[in-house]
T-cell receptor, first 114, second 114 residues
Framework: AQSVTQLDSQVPVFEEAPVELRCNYS??????LFWYVQYPNQGLQLLLK??????LVKGINGFEAEFNKSQTSFHLRKPSVHISDTAEYFC????????????FGQGTRLTINP | NAGVTQTPKFRVLKTGQSMTLLCAQD?????MYWYRQDPGMGLRLIHY???????AKGEVPDGYNVSRLKKQNFLLGLESAAPSQTSVYFC?????????????FGPGTRLTVT
């Protein structure tokens, strides 16, 4: 079975500072990896995904993530955050076969302080 | 194109009452999913469907039933609500054969069971 661990439940940062949200996964087979963002009182929106190819993936709103197979990690980064990035971020994995059910991490609440 | 919609947005139930949550998508997606979101636990899959007339259990199916009589609709039923079912429920859908594997989420239904 697959599992996802987001190492920080809350991350407070100052506006215009860089941020890294950490995600590690466990799986005995190859998986696809995703980061979703949930703004307050809204549904989830896809930030970026890794399916294959380059291990550095760029997403929306200036976010990027790097897939590291040896470390089984998929950390999310942004060089300079804005107040509008305040949200909860979820890392998720899915198997390549079958119904591609998503397995989510616990979520990281990113708070941007002015 | 409304995407994924969920009805109702909010609901309060008493223990033992029943209700049905409706998810509708207008994107002609084959796969549909129901998740529940609880603080500190991320999203967990309740049931899913890979096509009209088919359903399958996810990670936390107990106490819930589903039906997919039409391709565009996926219903989640609670026959006898319990306080442990207090949660935010999200529906998602996905198209097959495109190779992007993105799930599109609805805005959520906040359910409180007293």
């Amino acid at each position: 079975a697959q599992s996802v661990t987001q190492l920080d439940s809350q991350v407070p940062v100052f506006e215009e500072a860089p941020v890294e949200l950490r995600c590690n996964y466990s799986s005995s087979v190859s998986v696809y990896l995703f980061w979703y963002v949930q703004y307050p009182n809204q549904g989830l929106q896809l930030l970026l995904k890794y399916l294959s190819g380059s291990t550095l993936v760029k997403g929306i709103n200036g976010f990027e993530a790097e897939f590291n197979k040896s470390q089984t990690s998929f950390h999310l980064r942004k060089p300079s955050v804005h107040i509008s990035d305040t949200a909860e971020y979820f890392c998720a994995v899915t198997l390549l076969q079958g119904a591609q059910k998503l397995v989510f991490g616990q979520g990281t609440r990113l708070t941007i302080n002015p | 194109n409304a995407g994924v919609t969920q009805t109702p947005k909010f609901r309060v139930l008493k223990t033992g009452q029943s209700m049905t949550l409706l998810c509708a998508q207008d994107m002609n997606h084959e796969y549909m999913y129901w998740y529940r979101q609880d603080p500190g636990m991320g999203l967990r899959l309740i049931h899913y469907s890979v096509g009209e007339g088919t359903t399958a259990k996810g990670e936390v199916p107990d106490g819930y039933n589903v039906s997919r009589l039409k391709k565009q609709n996926f219903l989640l039923g609670l026959e006898s609500a319990a306080p442990s079912q207090t949660s935010v429920y999200f529906c998602a859908s996905r198209k097959t054969g495109t190779g992007d594997y993105e799930q599109y989420f609805g805005p959520g239904t906040r359910l409180t069971v007293t």
